[in-house]
């Protein structure tokens, strides 16, 4: 097991279609296409006879064929024909890998680990769903998976990144329990005040008691949740691909139920989390940039830096060739003002 041996996404659906796509996860590059059904297929994004990508050529037949030789391979990673030895010669087995696909919530996610799934991809909340509305957010970060992860789970940040937007310094504390098991961890703020912002003026509903929880799920899952009870409750949820050590592609699906309004609603909730999601992109790319400087990490940590060393703590033992037992269930209370 290591953090290759998860669910990533690779494209959205509808990106794949006639034309093979390259994508890249951790630093593997992988070709997508479809076959003649309209299947999915992932392969290695190289060609057996001269490493040229594959991704650089076309779809034929539903097999993906190499621009330089013309070798063909099918969903299987199989060379089904090399032009140059006639059609009558059976092809020597050349073949390429072939990456686990699943094709789900209108994303195609691969698994890039050696070891054979044991589980289905991860599925996006109510996702959809009837009664709900979503829209859907790809954002490329100058920044590491974990770097994003905490990003989008440290509350702290936002009075300053995203000051007068989302949420403004508020000196009322608040009390933040949080609930971590081997593969996650939840932290739900009680008794948070609903400060002046944009989002909260326009979205969230007055004289209803919120309930704000954060959560992290390995290895690559941010979900937050504000919840106002059974007719008012948006959740944002995020999942990591990494490309590089400091780059990362972010696929965030918004979901939100506000009645029967949910599409007008939307008109005006799409551009305002384009606005903030942007301004941790260019966060975190300054803190990328002074990693660089520095030669990497050099933090310091508080009680109120939630999640952090948590989610670093479980990926690195994910990653580890000598895995320790996970710790078992724990519960914390602290408290935190924003």
């Known amino acids: 097991m290591s953090l290759k041996d998860y669910w990533y996404i690779a494209a959205e659906s509808k990106d794949v279609n006639r034309n093979p796509v390259a994508a890249s996860i951790s630093g593997e590059r992988v070709v997508l296409f479809r076959t003649e059904e309209g ?23 539903g097999c993906v064929t190499c ?25 020597p087995n050349h073949g390429v890998r072939a990456y686990p696909m699943r094709e789900q919530d209108g994303y195609i996610w691969i698994y890039p680990g050696e070891s054979i799934p044991e589980n289905d991809p991860f599925e996006f909340p ?24 905490e990003n989008f789970l440290d509350c702290p940040h936002t009075v300053y990144v995203h000051q007068g937007w989302f949420r403004n310094h508020d000196t009322r504390e608040l009390s933040a329990k949080v609930r971590s098991t081997p593969d996650s961890v939840e932290v739900e703020f ?45 959740i944002i949820t995020s999942q990591c691909t990494p490309l590089a050590e400091y780059e990362t592609e972010v696929h965030t699906v918004i979901t939100y139920k506000f009645g029967r309004i949910g599409r007008v609603v939307r008109l005006l909730l799409e551009p305002i989390c384009r ?23 050099k933090f310091s940590h508080v009680e109120t830096d939630l999640l952090g060393l948590k989610i670093h ?12 037992q996970p710790p078992s269930d724990h519960e914390s209370e602290i408290t935190i003002c924003f």
Request: charged residues 25%.
């Open 126 to 149: 109510h996702c959809s769903e009837q009664g709900w509305t979503s829209f859907r957010m790809r954002t490329r970060f100058q920044a590491s998976v974990e770097a994003c992860l």
């Open 190 to 234: 009680q008794g948070e005040p609903i400060t002046t912002s944009l989002v909260s003026r326009f979205f969230f509903p007055k004289g209803r008691q919120l309930r704000h929880t954060d959560r992290f799920l390995m290895p690559n899952i941010s979900r937050v949740d504000y919840d106002f009870g059974p007719d008012r409750h948006f």
């Open 67 to 91: 621009p330089y030789h013309g070798w063909k391979f099918n969903a299987v990673g199989r060379c089904v024909q090399i032009p140059s030895l006639g059609s009558c010669s059976r092809p």
């Open 275 to 297: 606005k903030i999601i942007r301004q941790d992109v260019d966060v975190l790319a300054a803190q990328t940039e002074q990693l660089r400087c520095f030669g990497g990490p």
């Open 313 to 324: 703590s479980m990926r690195r033992r994910a990653d580890s060739p000598e895995r320790s």
């Open 39 to 61: 299947q999915a297929a992932a392969l290695e994004d190289r060609c057996s006879h001269r490493n040229m990508a594959l991704s650089l050529g076309k779809v034929d037949d």
